[in-house]
């Protein structure tokens, strides 16, 4: 729940990267449709805002993994093309087309109940076949390949695209990535004529090999990094400001949070930020005396988190500051120029994806960068 004063951060999200991103992306797939997932509220940026943003941009294939989600952005850009990657829900076709959302078809009993409801309509309402070559999520077995197209040839269907995922494209190097896309091209041949899909993010910056007609970036999109161990090209979209409540001076020996699992060795200067686990700051980001957790930047510099990070509030040590003590309502960032969506996903043990899709706290969100945009 955003808190309606303003009073309990700012979340900013430039369109304005966002545009720039998709199209810095769409010159490296030159030659290839350039698609928009927008899954997960557009990555915690906000599904409506971000599509709409997406095709000023250029974008006009966009990729959601829930009906819901594609109904949102079926009203937020009623000319985008729409594929639900999660499929057929089921019992959801008269939904998907009432909709106009192409499923992405991925069991023999989803393309049963689509090819159903084609029949009962007489009409080849378009969808596409994802196909698992080794992810071992969603997709039809290569095996089923024979049986697809003989059931979609007997009735004249053909789909508008032949998806696949890539397990390891953020390790460009693992041997896996390779046999995926051999195994893709085996499906390809197997469907003629038809489009093909492979690369997320990763697979895109991985080189044209992956790239087929249509590509699927979201997490670079969205200015997070794609590639292990690469400098990240893209723009950040997100930056996130808090306000410090409250600076104490504590003791050496003193405790601080739940647990009491951090004891502070010097004489210490600590700033107290309305910022918590509630917020989207992970509980992993704390620490203790033996293990230093996340970082937030209060005026241009880094400074640790110190204790447990609890509900509703975040202790960093600021002693290093010096004399110049932050007043109350100061901003300390938690997420912006210096401290990076993966750099926050780093310190707590997971990923930039999981940062963002978690960016829902008690703070405003503040749409700026981009003039040309239609409002929201
Ligand atoms: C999420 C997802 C993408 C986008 O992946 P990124 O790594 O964020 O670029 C593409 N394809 C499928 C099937 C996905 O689930």
């Known amino acids: 729940m955003a808190l309606t004063s303003g009073l309990g951060g700012q979340l900013s999200i430039d369109l304005g990267a966002l545009a720039r991103n998709w199209r810095a992306l769409d010159k490296v797939s030159a030659g290839a449709l350039t698609g928009a997932v927008v899954k997960a509220d557009a990555y915690g940026t906000g599904i409506t805002v971000a599509s709409k943003a997406l095709h000023a941009a250029g974008a006009r294939f966009f990729f959601v993994a829930?009906?819901?989600?594609?109904?949102?952005?079926?009203?937020?850009?009623?000319e985008a093309h729409i594929f639900v990657m999660n499929g057929l829900y089921p019992g959801a076709a008269n939904l998907y087309i009432r909709q106009n959302l192409m499923p992405v078809l991925c069991s023999v009993e989803m393309l049963e109940e689509w090819l159903?409801?084609?029949?009962?309509?007489?009409?080849?309402?378009?969808?596409?076949?994802h196909f698992d070559t080794g992810i071992n999520r969603l997709?039809?077995?290569?095996?089923?390949?024979?049986?697809?197209?003989?059931?979609?040839?007997?009735?004249?269907?053909?789909?508008?695209?032949?998806?696949?995922?890539?397990?390891?494209?953020?390790?460009?190097?693992?041997?896996?990535?390779?046999?995926?896309?051999a195994l893709f091209g085996s499906v390809m041949t197997q469907f003629q004529g038809i489009p093909a899909s492979l690369a997320n993010s990763?697979?895109?910056?991985?080189?044209?090999?992956?790239?087929?007609?249509m590509v699927r970036p979201g997490i670079s999109l969205y200015g997070g990094r794609a590639l292990v161990g690469r400098k990240n090209p893209m723009a950040a979209v997100v930056t996130l400001h808090v306000p410090i409540l409250q600076v104490k001076e504590a003791r050496t020996g003193e405790t601080v949070g739940y647990g009491a699992g951090y004891s502070l060795s010097r004489d210490s200067r600590l700033a107290i930020i309305s910022h918590g686990y509630a917020d989207g700051f992970f509980r992993s980001l704390s620490a203790t005396n033996s293990?230093?957790?996340?970082?937030?930047?209060?005026?241009?510099?880094?400074?640790?988190?110190?204790?447990?990070?609890?509900?509703?509030?975040?202790?960093?040590?600021?002693?290093?500051?010096?004399?110049?003590?932050p007043k109350p309502g100061e901003g300390a960032e938690v997420l912006g120029a210096n401290i990076s969506v993966d750099d926050q996903g780093d310190a707590a043990g997971t990923i930039g994806y999981?940062?963002?899709?978690?960016?829902k706290g008690r703070y405003n969100r503040n749409y700026v960068g981009d003039g040309n945009l239609p409002p929201a």
């Open 139 to 181: 997709g039809f077995r290569l095996n089923e390949a024979g049986f697809v197209r003989e059931r979609i040839e007997a009735l004249g269907y053909a789909p508008q695209m032949l998806m696949s995922h890539l397990a390891c494209a953020d390790q460009p190097n693992h041997e896996k990535n390779r046999t995926q896309l």
């Open 354 to 359: 999981e940062v963002l899709t978690s960016l």
């Open 291 to 325: 293990r230093p957790g996340g970082k937030v930047a209060i005026r241009g510099k880094l400074f640790p988190v110190i204790g447990r990070v609890s509900m509703d509030q975040v202790v960093v040590d600021i002693t290093e500051l010096g004399p110049d003590i």
């Open 66 to 78: 829930t009906p819901d989600e594609g109904m949102a952005v079926r009203a937020a850009v009623p």
């Open 202 to 213: 990763a697979g895109l910056m991985s080189g044209r090999d992956y790239h087929f007609q």
């Open 116 to 129: 159903a409801k084609c029949l009962e309509r007489n009409e080849a309402y378009p969808s596409a076949f």
